[in-house]
């Protein structure tokens, strides 16, 4: 079964940035309404950032000015672009997309398996 792979994830200091990556373990037709969700140690996941596929992005308030997500059709990619990063952005973050496998098949929800941001001195 396809599923999505994140990497990118580790430790940092206040105020330093990393970026983070997700793409299907094999190639698929399609990536719809990729995302990136954060569930950090005693709390719900929440909505990171999304990037519709033709439509505009939409970021969490609390990551507006510092975070960037962005996207590489050919490559059936997404990026997270995060710098500035605080001690409230310590998470697992979480991958999300709808993998179309081929032409006129139906999509499926999928979820990467998750890496871990510290952000920590």
């Known amino acids: 079964q396809v599923q999505l792979v994140e990497s990118g994830g580790g430790l940092v200091q206040p105020g330093g940035s990393l970026r983070l990556s997700c793409a299907a373990s094999?190639?698929?037709?399609?990536?719809?309404?990729m995302a990136w969700y954060r569930q950090a140690l005693g709390k719900e996941r929440e909505l990171v950032a999304s990037?519709?596929?033709?439509?505009?992005?939409n970021y969490a308030d609390s990551v507006k000015g510092r975070f960037t997500i962005s996207r590489d059709n050919a490559k059936n990619t997404n990026y997270l672009q995060m710098d500035n990063l605080n001690p409230e952005d310590t998470a697992v973050y979480y991958c999300?997309?709808?993998?179309?496998?081929?032409?006129?098949?139906?999509?499926?929800?999928?979820w990467g398996q998750g890496t871990q941001v510290t952000v920590s001195s």
């Open positions: 990037i519709p596929s033709g439509g505009s992005t």
């Open positions: 999300y997309g709808v993998l179309f496998k081929s032409v006129g098949s139906i999509g499926r929800a999928t």
């Open positions: 094999r190639s698929v037709f399609r990536i719809n309404d």
